[in-house]
Structures are given as structure tokens and as C-alpha cells.
């Protein structure tokens, strides 16, 4: 079961990150402007986003083996509606369909996973789904894109909506909620699920994990999903296969550091909020380095963006940790759906105004909107730098969830978490 749900979820990341290789194609196939195109993007985030409480709160009632079904047939409408569309239009509606199979389906292997793995091996577990389900990111930067070059629009599309109907069917056969689970499906009235929903709102260290969330993901949802292959493959110029290569690096790099940050969370659970910060810290570095270099940025530079802001997607799973460890198993799919909302939030928003940026700088600057000018590396210099804003708000917030979350903890269970320089000379002196 554990083998099918993960290739459910490679397959849903699959079908996610299935619009930025084809970027490029996308904007001569429906002849719009970089605004247009995120706008195509940002509707299947917006759909993900706001689907994930109503997915959480069914979760608590129905359990995850139908909502992963569901997910998958979803999937394979919206892909299919992609493939067929003539006009960008139709285009959103399969992205929209896509983004709400999407929804359901990473919060409810969550949720199966809790409920066959004891709780000292979730922070591991749920690392390798999120770590292993990444490498859908390679399906579509490889077979997808050479589908998209040596096939064209349709037939790549089509292949991709097949893949979810063998997971679909995967999902059917084997799949099952857990005894305990199953009998926990004599479900809470809607009143109590809106109730623990609200108390779920409610705490600190659900909070914490949205913000978590929040910080962490979005760079590597943005680069990975839209805006990193144009950026690499025509604002830098290293083309097609290049641009690929490196996006699916962040695969690579995900599978190595999710199961290290997933030990070291399970090592060290007071200092997860701190583990999520050093990898916004690193981020920002990477980012200003590029982003501040003069003229061209060495490749080598360009890789090191690449992989660091790649580690932010398994430091995004310390949030759903924190949703875990702050809620009851009663409450546990209402919270981890609020908590997922957070990095799909900062997402759409990034996603969105680097769109609305390149497209004014390409006016001011008398462009045509063809690719080569719009997609200039000047222009994303502009653009990118939205990334400093949004998840410095996010990183603001977090501090604040921080604190309220300790206090809570110091009031109601007498715990009390010094702060991470004051835990670090302790160790030291200890040592000597």
C-alpha cells in the first residue's frame, strides 16, 4: 500500500509540474503573454489552495482511500481536457480539474500513512512520499517534454492522463483505510467537524506549520512548476534540455535532504521551526547572489540556486509535522489541510506577480512579447525579487506562531524551549 500511494503521489506531482516544461509552447499554442500564462498556473494553485480545508474536514468524515480515487479521476479529466483545448479557456478548466485532484490526493497519503505507521516513524515516512513523489518532477521534465517535441500538444497530454488512470486503478485494488481507521468512519456530525476545524484554526502550533509551510515551499514551487524553465532555458540560454536537466536536479536534491531533515525533525522536535528558517536564510543568499550578479551568473552559481532552494520542498513537510504533533488523530486531516494551504498560498501570489512584472517590464522596455525578449534575464531580475517580499511577511509570521506556540507549551505542559543560541552554548560546554 505504501508502494501505491507513493506512485500515486509521483504521478499527481507528475501531473502538477506538467505545465512548465511547456511554458514556452504554451505561450505560442494559445498566443497570450506572461500574464495570461501564470494566470493558467496560478488557477490550478488557486483550486489546490482552497480545496484543501473542505479535503481535510471530508477526511476526518470519509477517510482517504475515496479521496485519493477521486483525486486520481480528476487528474485524468483535467489532462485530458488540456490535451483537447483549443483555446485558453478551456485550457483553465483542465488545469482547474487538475489542481483539485491534486488537492486530495498528498494530504490523504498523509493521513493513510498516519494511520498505518506508529508515530515515531511518521517524520521518516512521510519525507520519503514527499521525497520519492518529487521524482514526478522528472517524468514531465524528460518524457513529457520529448512527448511535447517529438509528438506535439495532444498525444503528450494524453499519456499523461493515462498514467493517472494506472494509478487510478492501482488506487481501487489495493488500497485500504486502516482497521482503526475504518472503524472511526461511524464519522463526526458536520457540526463537530467544523468545530474541530475551528479549534484547529485556534492553536499556535497549527499556525506554526502554516507559516512553516508557507516559507518554505514556494521558491521551488514556482521555479519547478512555471517560471524556472523559461527563466533557464532562453533567460540564461541554456536551452530545452539544459533548463530540464537542472529542474530536475531539484529532484534529485529532494530525495537526499528529505529523509536528513526528516531524521533530524525526528532528533530534534523543539528546533524544527529553526530548521525551516536556515533554509529560508540559505534561499534568500541564493537568490540575492544570482539575482545581484553582474551580467551573466556562472552555471556553477545557477546550480547551487538550484539545489538549495530544493531542499525548501521537504523543509515544507516539517510544517505538516507540526500540524501532527499539535492536533489530535480526531482533527488531524482539518489540520493538515489548513497547514497545506500555506506554501500553495505564497506560491499563486509569487507565481502571479512575476508574471504581471515580466509583462510591464517587457512594455516599458518596447518588447514585443515574443519569448526572447519577454523571458530576458533582466526582466526575471526584476520579477524574482517578489519572492524577498512575500516570504518575508511569511517569515514575520512565523516568528510570531513561534512564540505563542512555546508559551503555550510552557503554560500547559511546562515545557520550556531556550532559545537556539542559548541550546547551542549549553552543548558546547557540556562538550568541554
Not at 504533533?325 to 502571479?352: K, R
Request: charged share 10%; glycine share 10%.
Amino acid at each position: 500500500m505504501f508502494g501505491v500511494v507513493v506512485f500515486a503521489y509521483l504521478v499527481a506531482v507528475m501531473q502538477r509540474s506538467s505545465l512548465g516544461v511547456a511554458a514556452v509552447q504554451a505561450t505560442e499554442r494559445f498566443d497570450v503573454a506572461a500574464t495570461a500564462l501564470s494566470a493558467l498556473a496560478v488557477v490550478q494553485l488557486v483550486v489546490y489552495a482552497a480545496l484543501q480545508i473542505p479535503t481535510g474536514v471530508l477526511l476526518d468524515r470519509v477517510g482517504p482511500k475515496l479521496l485519493l480515487a477521486l483525486g486520481a479521476g480528476l487528474m485524468v479529466a483535467g489532462q485530458t481536457t488540456l490535451a483537447l483545448s483549443p483555446t485558453l479557456g478551456v485550457a483553465i478548466v483542465g488545469r482547474m480539474l487538475v489542481g483539485a485532484g491534486d488537492a486530495m490526493t498528498f494530504i490523504s497519503a498523509i493521513r493513510l500513512l498516519a494511520a498505518w505507521f506508529p508515530p515515531r516513524r511518521l517524520p521518516l515516512v512521510s519525507q520519503l512520499l514527499g521525497s520519492v513523489g518529487q521524482f514526478g518532477q522528472v517524468l514531465s521534465a524528460f518524457p513529457l517534454a520529448l512527448a511535447l517535441h517529438t509528438w506535439g500538444w495532444t498525444p503528450a497530454y494524453l499519456s499523461a492522463a493515462a498514467l493517472s488512470v494506472i494509478a487510478l486503478a492501482c488506487l481501487l485494488l489495493i488500497v485500504r483505510n486502516s482497521q482503526a481507521a475504518q472503524s472511526r468512519l461511524v464519522s463526526p456530525s458536520w457540526a463537530e467537524s467544523m468545530r474541530y476545524l475551528k479549534e484547529s484554526f485556534a492553536r499556535p502550533g497549527t499556525q506554526l506549520g502554516f507559516w512553516s509551510h508557507f516559507v518554505s515551499q514556494s521558491s521551488v514551487t514556482v521555479f519547478a512548476l512555471l517560471w524556472g524553465f523559461p527563466f533557464l532555458s532562453v533567460g540564461l540560454g541554456y536551452g530545452p534540455t539544459a533548463a530540464a536537466g537542472l529542474i530536475t536536479l531539484t529532484v534529485g536534491i529532494g530525495a537526499i535532504s528529505g529523509p536528513v531533515l526528516g531524521l533530524l525533525a525526528a532528533r530534534f522536535p523543539f528546533r524544527r521551526s529553526s530548521l525551516v528558517l536556515g533554509v529560508v536564510a540559505a534561499m534568500a543568499v541564493a537568490w540575492g547572489l544570482v539575482l545581484g550578479w553582474p551580467g551573466q551568473p556562472p552555471l556553477v552559481l545557477i546550480v547551487v540556486l538550484v539545489c538549495v532552494i530544493a531542499i525548501g520542498g521537504p523543509a515544507s513537510l516539517i510544517g505538516l509535522d507540526f500540524a501532527r504533533s499539535f492536533n489530535p488523530a480526531s482533527a488531524l486531516g482539518s489540520a493538515s489541510g489548513f497547514v497545506n494551504v500555506g506554501g500553495f498560498t505564497a506560491s499563486f501570489v509569487m507565481m502571479f506577480l512575476i508574471g504581471v512584472l515580466l509583462d510591464a517590464v517587457d512594455r516599458l522596455r518596447g518588447g514585443t512579447g515574443v519569448p526572447q525578449e519577454l523571458y530576458s534575464l533582466d526582466s526575471f531580475r526584476i520579477a524574482f525579487l517578489v519572492q524577498y517580499l512575500i516570504v518575508g511577511v511569511g517569515v514575520g509570521m512565523l516568528l510570531h506562531a513561534r512564540r505563542r506556540t512555546r508559551r503555550r507549551m510552557h503554560e500547559e505542559e511546562g515545557i520550556e524551549v531556550a532559545p537556539l543560541w542559548v541550546a547551542l552554548m549549553r552543548s558546547w560546554r557540556r562538550a568541554r
